[in-house]
C-alpha cells in the first residue's frame, strides 16, 4: 500500500497542472563521496518529475564521478577558475570560498548575456565566463557553501534552496580539535579560533539568505539549530534516498559487461583483475566503503578485523559456516587531496603493523602514469585486506550484491547521515556502524541476546555499536556467524525499510515540496535582505583582510621554519667534520670560527 501511495503520488506529480521548474544547481567540486551522492540522486528526481535541471560546478573529472554526470544523463558545466585549492598548504575555505564566488559570477554573467545579448564582446565574454549566454533560472539549489547564495538571489532575483549537510563551522571546529589533540594540545590556538570567527558568522549570514533550508537528518537539524541560534530557523528533513532499481542484478550486470568491454578495449589488465575480483566469491567478505579521509575512522575496521579473525580462528568448529575471511576497503580518493594520500598510506602501513597482508588494486590511472601489471591470481587469493580506491559504482554494486558479502562496517563517528548503509540495506546486506549520528535513524538494531542471537528480527538492519575495536571485533563475530534464515530475514527487513522510508521516491517529493515552497514566494523585491547585503559585504572585507594578514604571518612562519632548517644543517656539518678529525688536523678548519672567513685567499694570476 505504501509503495501504491508513492507510486500515484509520483504519477500526479510528473501530470501536475503546475510550472515545471528551470533550477541550476550549484555544487564545488562534483567527484564522489556522499554529498555528490545526495546532489546526483535529487537533480535526477527532481529531472524525472520533468524539470529541467542544470548542475554547474568547479571541478568535474570524468575518471572520478558518478556515471549520470558523465555519460550526459545530467547536463553538467564546469566554470573553470584559475583559483587554487589551497594556499601554502592551507587557507582551504577562502579558496573554496573564492571558487564559489568565481562560478557565481560567471553564471550571472551568462545569464546578463542571455538576457541582454550584444551587451559585451564575444571575445571578452569568452574570456569571462566559462559558460556560453544561458536562460535564467526558477530556482537556484546549493549544498555544502553558501557563500554564493546572496549574489545569486539578489542580483538575479531567484529564489534559492540550500541543502545543509553539516555546518562547516562544526566540521572545522571538530577537525581542529583532533590535530590539536594529536599534537598534545587541549585545543586550537588563539589565533586559529580568531582566524574563523568571520567565516563562521559569514557561514551563518549567507545561510540565512536561503528561503528554504533542507538537512539530511534530524541529527544535523539539532546541530544546526544550536550552531545557528541567532538565525531562528528550523530546517526542514529530507533524508537522501537511494534508487532500489540500480540494485538489480540484471541492470548491475549490465553496467558490469560495459566496463569489462572498456577495459578489454584500454587493454588494462588492472582493471580486468578487479573486476574478476568483485565477482569472487571464494571468500567470505566484509566490506568497508567510505572516502579515504581520516575523519572516516577506517582505521576502526581494520584493527577490528584483525581480533575478529584471531577470535574466529580460536573458536572455530567443524559447523563453523565463515570459512576463510577477507576485508575489501573501498573508497573515494583524490591524488589533489593530502588526507586522501596520506590516510591511505597509513591505512596500508596499519595493515602490515596488524600482520594483515594486503593488496592495492587502483582502478583509474592518471594519464602520466605507466601502465602497471594485474597481481598474480595467488597473491590477491592470499590477501586478507584489498584496498579498492574510486572503484566504479558498477563495481560497488557488484561487491553489494556478492553473495560472499556478509556484513558492511561502516566506520564514521557523528557522520551526518550516511547513504552507504541505505545502499548496503538495499542489497539485503546487514550494517555495522557506530551508535552516533545519521546511523541512529537509519539502521535499526537487531539487540543481540547474551548468546549473540537476534531478538529483533521483525525490523532489524543491522547492529549499533560504540566505537571500539574490541566490541566490534565482538559484533562482527556475531554477524558472520548467524544463521541463513536469519540473513534472509534481515535482508527483507533492510530492503522494506528503504523501500518504504528512504527510497529515491520519497526524496524526490519532499525535494519537490521544498522547491515549489521557495518558487511560490514569488519574485525577489529589491529592498529584500537589503540590511543582510550590507552586512555580509561588511564581513566579507574584514574576511579579506584577515585572510591577507594571516597569509603574511604564515609565510614570516615558512621563513623561520627554513632558517631553523638550514641552522640544523649547519651544526651537522661542524658535527660531521668534528667527527672526521678534519678541525684537529694542520692546516685545518677551526670549528669555532667562522669557515668562510677562514677560506684562503684565491692565488693571483
Request: proline share 6%; with cysteine.
Amino acid at each position: 500500500m505504501v509503495l501504491d501511495r508513492q507510486s500515484a503520488a509520483v504519477a500526479n506529480s510528473v501530470h501536475s497542472p503546475r510550472k515545471k521548474l528551470r533550477i541550476g544547481f550549484v555544487h564545488p567540486d562534483l567527484g564522489i563521496g556522499g554529498a555528490e551522492k545526495l546532489v546526483v540522486d535529487a537533480a535526477l528526481s527532481l529531472q524525472q518529475l520533468g524539470h529541467e535541471v542544470v548542475i554547474f560546478t568547479s571541478h568535474h573529472d570524468p575518471r572520478h564521478c558518478f556515471e549520470a554526470t558523465r555519460d550526459g544523463t545530467l547536463k553538467v558545466q564546469v566554470m573553470r577558475t584559475a583559483i587554487p585549492r589551497s594556499l601554502l598548504g592551507g587557507f582551504h575555505l577562502p579558496c573554496a570560498i573564492l571558487q564559489q564566488m568565481s562560478l557565481v559570477f560567471q553564471l550571472i554573467l551568462a545569464v546578463t548575456l542571455f538576457n541582454y545579448p550584444g551587451t559585451m564582446p564575444r571575445f571578452v565574454s569568452k574570456r569571462m565566463t566559462s559558460s556560453p549566454p544561458i536562460p535564467g533560472f526558477d530556482l537556484f539549489f546549493f549544498d555544502q557553501l553558501p557563500a554564493g547564495i546572496p549574489w545569486l538571489k539578489i542580483i538575479l532575483a531567484t529564489r534559492v534552496v540550500y541543502y545543509c549537510h553539516f555546518p562547516d563551522k562544526d566540521i572545522s571546529n571538530s577537525i581542529a580539535m583532533q590535530r590539536a589533540h594529536a599534537r598534545g594540545e587541549s585545543g586550537p590556538s588563539v589565533l586559529r579560533k580568531l582566524y574563523r570567527i568571520p567565516f563562521d558568522l559569514f557561514e551563518e549570514g549567507t545561510t540565512d539568505y536561503s528561503d528554504k533550508i533542507l538537512v539530511n537528518s534530524e541529527f544535523t537539524s539539532a546541530q544546526f539549530v544550536k550552531s545557528f541560534f541567532r538565525l531562528r530557523r528550523q530546517p526542514r528533513v529530507c533524508y537522501p534516498g537511494v534508487e532500489m532499481d540500480q540494485f538489480k542484478p540484471e541492470r548491475v550486470e549490465q553496467a558490469l559487461k560495459k566496463l569489462e568491454t572498456e577495459a578489454k578495449q584500454m587493454g588494462d589488465p588492472i582493471r580486468g583483475s578487479i573486476a574478476k575480483f568483485c565477482k569472487d566469491e571464494s571468500k567470505t567478505t566484509l566490506l568497508s566503503i567510505n572516502r579515504f579521509e581520516a575523519k572516516k575512522n577506517v582505521a576502526l575496521a581494520l584493527e577490528a578485523f584483525a581480533i575478529a579473525q584471531k577470535e574466529l580462528a580460536a573458536t572455530a568448529t567443524n559447523g563453523d559456516s565463515v570459512g576463510s575471511l577477507r576485508l575489501v576497503l573501498v573508497g573515494g580518493y583524490d591524488k589533489r587531496v593530502r588526507d586522501n594520500v596520506a590516510t591511505l598510506n597509513e591505512l596500508q602501513t596499519q595493515a602490515q603493523e596488524l600482520g594483515l597482508s594486503s593488496v592495492t588494486l587502483s582502478y583509474h590511472r592518471q594519464a602520466f602514469e605507466t601502465p602497471t601489471t594485474a597481481p598474480a591470481a595467488d597473491k590477491l587469493a592470499k590477501a586478507s585486506v584489498i584496498f579498492l580506491p574510486s572503484l566504479p559504482m558498477a563495481l560497488i554494486h557488484t561487491l553489494l550484491l556478492n553473495p560472499a558479502t556478509r556484513a558492511l562496517l561502516y566506520t564514521p563517528t557523528d557522520e551526518h547521515f550516511g547513504i552507504v548503509p541505505l545502499e548496503a540495506m538495499a542489497c539485503g546486506v546487514p550494517v555495522l556502524a557506530t551508535n552516533t549520528g545519521g546511523p541512529v535513524e537509519t539502521v535499526v538494531d537487531l539487540a543481540l541476546s547474551s548468546t549473540g542471537e537476534p531478538t529483533n528480527l521483525s525490523n532489524g538492519t543491522g547492529l549499533l555499536r560504540h566505537a571500539s575495536a574490541p566490541i566490534w571485533a565482538v559484533s562482527i563475530t556475531a554477524l558472520l556467524r548467524l544463521s541463513s534464515s536469519h540473513r534472509e530475514q534481515i535482508s527483507a527487513a533492510a530492503k522494506e525499510r528503504v523501500r518504504t522510508k528512504f527510497s529515491t521516491e520519497v526524496l524526490s517529493l519532499a525535494l519537490e515540496k521544498a522547491c515549489y515552497d521557495a518558487f511560490e514566494l514569488g519574485r525577489v523585491r529589491g529592498d529584500e535582505g537589503l540590511y543582510q547585503w550590507g552586512s555580509t559585504l561588511a564581513v566579507l572585507m574584514v574576511m579579506s583582510i584577515l585572510f591577507w594578514v594571516n597569509v603574511y604571518f604564515s609565510h614570516d612562519k615558512w621563513l623561520a621554519i627554513q632558517a631553523a632548517k638550514l641552522a640544523n644543517e649547519k651544526d651537522k656539518w661542524l658535527a660531521e667534520l668534528k667527527a672526521t678529525g678534519v678541525a684537529g688536523s694542520a692546516g685545518g678548519l677551526n670549528p669555532h670560527a667562522d669557515h668562510v672567513a677562514q677560506a684562503p685567499l684565491p692565488t693571483p694570476l
